[in-house]
């Protein structure tokens, strides 16, 4: 297994916890500016926020040369699939609850799992089973007829999950060759260009709000300092250990949808959200086990 540069588990624990809490005000935020503005706009605004703090903090520090990639055509289609993974996401986000889209996206690890086995060949066990069958039954329950949660918007997150688990299969891939840096440029900056090149036809006529600025790079900001902090939190406690910590982003959306929505999961919903956090628990233990 690899080791940490420096080992405090607390504080890698307290950097995801804290970065997550980041990342869900982000997606409270954009759930709310989708409201009012269209999708491609915002999450325009937002990663050309991002991505000008990005290059600005890594630039100085190691010049164009920590920009370079290997693999850059591998390296620009993993940026893609987070692209079109955020803006299926955001989309779906409008119609359903901040919780129950954080809860469906949990199943990422699982599809990751599956992608791991189908791609990489590595093996999937009893744990891994188990695992998939408790997260397929979880969204069952989030996403259950009559439940209130909008089936198309549910189905717009699901993808989206699936679409990071590509993303994440390809990090683990392009790790092996390519930088954190470069990867986190190309990516954010890949979206800023994308969504960016859509915002002179989607710019209201009023123009933007004060407010609808505001939120904009507040969420910017949110996202650069948030994955900052995930990237951080590498240098205290392995991954093995961290996976578990991204489970509190589901406190942070029950808590951020009661006081930004007033919304909350009933019961059914809530006891799907815990299967689906027990599957992922499950398989983050499965691949300590493997790893050890």
């Known amino acids: 297994m690899e080791q940490p540069r420096e080992h405090q588990p607390v ?3 307290l950097l995801v916890a804290s970065a997550l809490f980041f990342l869900a005000t982000m997606d409270a935020a954009t759930k709310f500016l989708s409201q009012s503005m269209a999708v491609p706009l915002l999450l325009g605004i937002r990663y050309g926020v991002t991505a000008l703090l990005v290059v600005g903090v890594f630039l100085p520090r190691v010049g164009l040369a920590g920009f370079r990639t290997r693999r850059t055509g591998l390296v620009v289609l993993r940026s893609l699939c987070l692209v079109t993974s955020s803006l299926v996401f955001a989309t779906g986000l409008k119609s359903i609850g901040l919780a129950e889209a954080t ?3 949990f199943t990422g690890p699982i599809l990751l799992m599956f992608a791991g086995r189908a791609f990489l060949k590595e093996t999937i066990g009893i744990l891994g089973w188990i695992a998939a069958v408790l997260g ?6 989030v996403v259950r007829p009559g439940g209130g949660v909008d089936l198309t918007g549910a189905m717009l997150v699901a993808v989206s999950s699936a679409l990071s688990a590509v993303y994440h299969l390809m990090s683990r891939t392009l790790a092996r060759t390519e930088t954190t840096v470069a990867m986190m440029v190309y990516a954010n900056v890949i979206g800023a260009v994308v969504f960016g090149s859509t915002v002179p036809g989607l710019w209201p006529a009023e123009g933007l709000t004060g407010a609808q600025i505001g939120l904009l790079a507040v969420s910017g900001v949110l996202a650069a300092v948030g994955h900052f902090m995930i990237t951080a939190a590498y240098r205290y406690a392995p991954a093995s250990l961290l996976a578990p910590a991204n489970y509190v982003q589901l406190l942070w959306t029950v808590l951020l949808g009661l006081v930004v929505f007033g919304t909350v999961p009933d019961a059914l ?9 027990a599957a992922g628990l499950l398989t983050a233990f499965r691949a300590r086990l493997q790893a050890s």
């Not at 397929?136 to 329950?141: D, I, K, R, T």
């Not at 919903?269 to 956090?277: E, R, S």
């Open 11 to 13: 504080k890698g624990v």
């Open 103 to 105: 809860s469906i996206v």
């Open 136 to 141: 397929f039954a979880g969204v069952l329950l």
């Open 269 to 277: 919903a809530a006891l799907g959200m815990l299967a689906i956090a």
